[in-house]
C-alpha cells in the first residue's frame, strides 16, 4: 500500500510516475499547512509498523501511514482478506504519550512505558493503543501528529475548501497523470456533490481545455477551479460598495462595515484589514482592497457569525456562584446507555475538556475494599473510584480554570465512604475544597474567580457548615436521608412500616468535604427560602422541575437567586436521551445535568449556551435572573428590562462545500435545505425553512428571507440546521449550528457547520446575511 492509495496495477515505469507524484502531493500538501521539510511529518507520510493493543492477548501488527493529503491515516493489515482502514485527523480528539489510557494501564507493563502512546477519537468510537518499536520512534508519532492536527486546525475556511478541492481533484485522477479528461471531470463533480447534466459538463470542460487536447492541465485546471469557486453573489456585493477602479477604497469599506456589518469602527480598523487580508500587494499599497482580499476577510473567522469578542471569558466572574449557568454532566461516567454500556475514565476526560464543571458519580461498594462508580442494579460495567478522581486531577483545568464540582450519589457502606474520602484527599491535594473561603461563616457563595483552581464535593452532610468554624462536632457516623436521584430509582420499593424516605449511614470524613454544595430535599419554595441556608441545594427530577418552570417560574426564578439547583434527566430515560433544557434555563437553574455522551438537539443548544465566555463552562445569568426585584416571568411575559423587543431578519444566501451524507453511494448527491429555529421563552420559540435545492451540495443559492420576533434576546438561541431532503423518508442531517442571540454578528457572515457530534466540518459553511432591529 502506497501513499494511501489502495494498489492497482501498474507498469513499473507508471509506478515509479505515480510514487514521484505522491511525494510531490506530499511536498506540496506539507508546504500548504507549513510544515514543509519537517522531520516529524516525513516520518509519518514513510509510516511504519506499530503494535495495536486490544486486551492482554490481542495484540497485532499493524502499518500505519500518514496519506500524502495529509489529513487521513490508513492502517494496513497483514493479512490479504481483510480489507486496509482508514481514519481522518479531523477525527482525533487528543493524542496521548505513554500509557495514559485505561486500556494502556490496564493491558501494558509500566517497562513499555516510553514506547506507548495512544490516539484518543471524537465521539464514542474506541481508542487506539499502539506500541512503537522504541521511544523515539514514539514520540515521532506523538508530535507528528499533534503538529499536523494543529496545522490542519489553523487553516481558514478558504484554505480548507481549497486543500478539500485540491484532494478530490486528485482522487479524480484516476490514472494520476496530473490531467483530467471529461469522464474525470464528471467523477470529480459527484466527487463535491453536485451534478450537472452531461452537456454542461461538456461545455464546462469545452471551455477550460483551450489547448483543444481533449485533457485539462496546468493552467486549465487552475482555469477550471476558479470558474468552479466563482461566488458570483460575493461580486455582487462587492460591486455594490467597490467604487474605486473596481476595488474598495478604504472609504467604502468603512462604508460597508457601517452599512451591512452594523460595526461602529474607524478608517484605521478599515486600513488593519486591508493590511491583513488584501493579497495584491499593488491594491494593498494604494489602501484598496480587491474581490480576493473581500473574500478572505469573510471566510475569516472574525468575520463569521459568532462575535470574536465573545470567544475568550469576558464576563465578570466575581459574582457569586448560584449567579452562574453552569455546564453539567448526567451518569457522567457512562459512554452510550444506562443498562449496558460501558463506564470509563474517558467519558470524565471527554467531558471536561468539553468545558463541562459539574461531573457526577454514582458510587458503590467494590472488591478489595476499593468503591467503584457505575449504573447500579445494571450490567453497565464498572470503572475504580480512584481511577476516576485520578482523570479528574488530570483534566479538570486543561479547558478552564473555572471550579469543578464532583456531584456524589454515595451508595456506599462507611468503610468504603471513609476510603473514597481518603481518596478525594490524598490524589485532588490541595485542590479540594475542605473548608469555606475566609476566617468566618460566609452567607453567600464565592465567585467563580475566588475558587479557580478548586474542585468542590457536592452531597450530603451530617452537619451545617459554621459546624467548620465553631469546632462543633458531630459523630462519626450518622444516618441522612438517601439523594433524591437515588430514591427516585427505588421509586415502587416497599418501605418498611412507618418509615417515609430511604436513609443512608453518612461517614463523618466524607460528610466533612462537602463545603458549598450540600444535598437536601426539596418540599417547597416557601420551606428552602424560610429553613435552608444558601449552600443547602436540591436536585429536580426533570418531569418536577418542568412543572415548576412552567406553573410556579417567578418562584423557581427567586429559589435560584439564593440557592443552586440542579436538575437531572428522569430514569426511564434508559438510552441516555435528553430533556430541554431551554426551559429550565429561563427559570434560573444552575446545573442542568444532560447526557453528555448522546449527540442530539439538546446537547447542540448546551454547546450553543456555553460557548461564549470562553468556553470555560460559566455563564453569567441575565440580571433579571439574578435582581431580587425581578418580576420576570418567561412563561407570562410582562414589560421590564428583560423586554427588548428585536426583529431578526435572516436571509439564507447560499452554502458551500456540503458533505456528502452517502459516502458508500458515488452517485448519491444532497438536496440540501436550511431550517432556522429559534429556542427561548416560549413567546419566542419559532422554526422556519428554505425550498430544497436538487443535486447540489457544492454551492446550493436559496437567497431566502426570514423573519422573527425575539422578545427576549438574553435568553434566546439561533439554530442552522442543515437537511438533505427526502419526500419518502426521515431528512438525514448535513450539518448544523446553534447561536446564542446576543453573541452573533450583524451583515453578511459565514455560518459554520457541525456534525451531529459537534465536530466542525472544515470546509463546509452558509452564506447568510443577520440584521437585528429594535421592533
Known amino acids: 500500500m502506497s501513499c494511501g492509495r489502495k494498489p492497482c496495477k501498474r507498469t513499473i515505469s507508471q509506478e515509479f510516475i505515480y510514487q514521484e507524484r505522491c511525494k510531490n502531493v506530499a511536498h506540496e500538501n506539507g508546504k500548504r499547512i507549513g510544515l514543509q521539510g519537517d522531520p516529524d511529518l516525513q516520518f509519518l507520510l514513510k509510516g511504519g509498523d506499530l503494535i495495536k493493543v486490544k486486551s492482554n492477548t490481542w495484540r497485532k501488527t499493524r502499518f500505519f501511514q500518514l496519506s500524502e493529503d495529509c489529513k487521513t491515516v490508513w492502517l494496513q493489515t497483514k493479512k490479504k482478506f481483510k480489507k486496509d482502514s482508514s481514519f481522518s485527523l479531523g477525527d482525533i480528539h487528543s493524542v496521548r504519550y505513554g500509557r495514559q489510557t485505561e486500556g494502556m494501564q490496564k ?13 484518543v477519537f471524537k465521539g464514542r468510537r474506541s481508542n487506539l493503543d499502539l506500541i512503537a518499536s522504541s521511544k523515539e520512534e514514539a514520540k515521532h508519532w506523538v508530535s507528528g501528529l499533534e503538529k499536523v492536527i494543529n496545522s490542519m486546525g489553523n487553516l481558514n475556511r478558504l484554505q480548507n475548501s481549497e486543500h478539500w478541492i485540491y484532494d478530490c481533484m486528485r482522487k479524480a485522477d484516476k490514472n494520476a497523470d496530473n490531467k483530467m479528461n471529461l469522464k474525470e471531470l464528471k467523477h470529480f463533480l459527484r466527487q463535491i456533490n453536485i451534478v450537472v447534466d452531461d452537456d454542461y459538463a461538456e461545455a464546462l470542460f469545452k471551455k477550460c481545455d483551450t489547448s483543444h487536447s481533449g485533457t485539462l492541465e496546468g493552467s486549465e485546471i487552475k482555469n477550471f477551479y476558479n470558474l468552479l469557486t466563482h461566488r458570483q453573489e460575493v461580486d455582487v456585493i462587492f460591486g455594490k460598495y467597490a467604487h474605486t477602479n473596481g476595488q474598495m477604497s478604504s472609504n467604502d469599506l468603512l462604508n460597508f462595515l457601517h452599512t451591512e456589518q452594523r460595526e461602529p469602527v474607524s478608517l484605521d480598523y478599515a486600513h488593519k484589514l486591508i493590511d491583513k487580508f488584501e493579497v495584491d500587494e499593488i491594491a494593498k499599497l494604494n489602501k484598496h482592497m480587491s474581490i480576493d482580499g473581500f473574500l478572505m476577510y469573510l471566510n475569516h473567522e472574525e468575520s463569521s457569525i459568532f462575535n470574536p469578542a465573545h470567544k475568550p471569558v469576558y464576563q465578570d466572574m466575581r459574582q457569586p456562584l448560584n449567579h452562574y449557568f453552569i455546564s453539567s454532566s448526567h451518569n457522567t461516567y457512562l459512554m452510550e446507555d444506562q443498562l449496558k454500556g460501558p463506564s470509563s475514565t474517558e467519558a470524565y476526560i471527554k467531558a471536561l475538556t468539553k468545558g463541562c464543571r459539574c461531573v457526577e458519580l454514582d458510587c458503590w461498594d467494590g472488591e478489595n475494599g476499593e468503591p467503584v462508580i457505575y449504573h447500579g442494579h445494571t450490567l453497565t460495567s464498572k470503572v475504580l473510584f480512584k481511577d476516576v478522581i485520578k482523570a479528574i486531577k488530570e483534566y479538570a483545568f486543561k479547558t478552564s480554570q473555572y471550579p469543578v464540582i464532583l456531584s456524589l450519589e454515595n451508595h456506599c457502606t462507611i468503610p468504603q465512604q471513609k476510603i473514597m474520602a ?17 476566617d468566618s461563616m460566609p452567607t453567600a457563595f464565592p465567585g467563580p474567580e475566588e475558587l479557580k483552581g478548586r474542585i468542590l464535593v457536592k452531597g450530603k452532610r451530617l452537619n451545617k457548615l459554621d459546624a467548620a468554624f465553631n469546632n462543633n462536632t458531630s459523630e462519626d457516623v450518622d444516618s441522612v436521608s438517601e439523594e433524591d436521584e437515588a430514591a427516585e430509582l427505588k421509586e415502587g420499593e416497599p418501605k418498611p412500616k412507618g418509615k417515609t424516605s430511604n436513609k443512608i449511614k453518612l461517614a463523618k470524613e466524607l460528610s466533612d468535604l462537602v463545603i458549598y454544595c450540600k444535598s437536601v430535599h426539596f418540599s417547597n419554595f416557601e420551606h428552602s427560602r424560610d429553613t435552608q441556608a444558601f449552600y443547602e441545594m436540591a436536585s429536580f427530577k426533570e418531569s418536577k422541575a418542568m412543572n415548576l418552570a412552567e406553573s410556579s417560574a417567578m418562584g423557581f426564578i427567586h429559589h435560584n437567586m439564593d440557592k443552586l439547583s440542579r436538575i437531572y434527566p428522569a430514569g426511564s430515560r434508559t438510552n441516555s436521551s435528553n430533556y430541554n433544557p431551554v426551559p429550565l434555563w429561563n427559570a434560573g437553574c444552575q446545573i442542568v445535568a444532560l447526557n453528555f455522551q448522546t449527540p442530539c438537539k439538546e446537547m447542540d443548544l448546551n454547546q450553543a449556551l456555553f460557548y461564549p465566555n470562553g468556553n470555560c463552562g460559566y455563564k453569567l445569568k441575565p440580571e433579571f435572573l439574578r435582581d431580587p426585584d425581578s418580576q420576570f416571568d418567561p412563561v407570562k411575559l410582562t414589560v421590564g428590562p428583560w423586554l427588548k423587543k428585536k426583529t431578526l431578519h435572516i436571509m439564507i444566501i447560499s452554502a458551500q462545500q456540503l458533505p456528502k451524507i452517502n459516502k458508500d453511494k458515488q452517485r448519491s448527491i444532497v438536496d440540501p435545505h436550511v431550517k432556522v429555529e429559534i429556542y427561548g421563552v416560549p413567546d419566542d420559540n419559532a422554526s422556519k425553512q428554505t425550498h430544497h435545492i436538487e443535486n447540489n451540495g457544492f454551492n446550493p443559492m436559496w437567497n431566502t ?7 427576549v434576546p438574553e435568553l434566546a438561541l439561533v439554530r442552522f440546521v442543515v437537511e438533505d431532503h427526502d419526500v419518502a423518508k426521515q431528512n438525514d442531517l448535513i450539518g448544523l449550528y446553534t447561536v446564542a442571540f446576543t453573541s452573533m454578528q450583524n451583515g453578511y457572515r459565514h455560518v459554520p457547520l457541525l456534525t451531529k457530534r459537534g465536530i466542525l466540518i472544515p470546509s463546509a459553511g452558509l452564506f447568510v446575511h443577520i440584521m437585528v432591529l429594535d421592533a
Do not use: M, N, W
Open 422 to 438: 481518603q481518596h478525594l484527599s490524598s490524589i485532588l491535594g490541595s485542590a479540594l475544597l475542605t473548608q469555606p473561603l475566609g
Open 705 to 711: 428571507k426570514f423573519q422573527f420576533t425575539v422578545h
Open 107 to 119: 493491558y501494558t507493563e509500566s517497562s513499555v512505558e516510553d514506547r506507548c502512546f495512544s490516539i
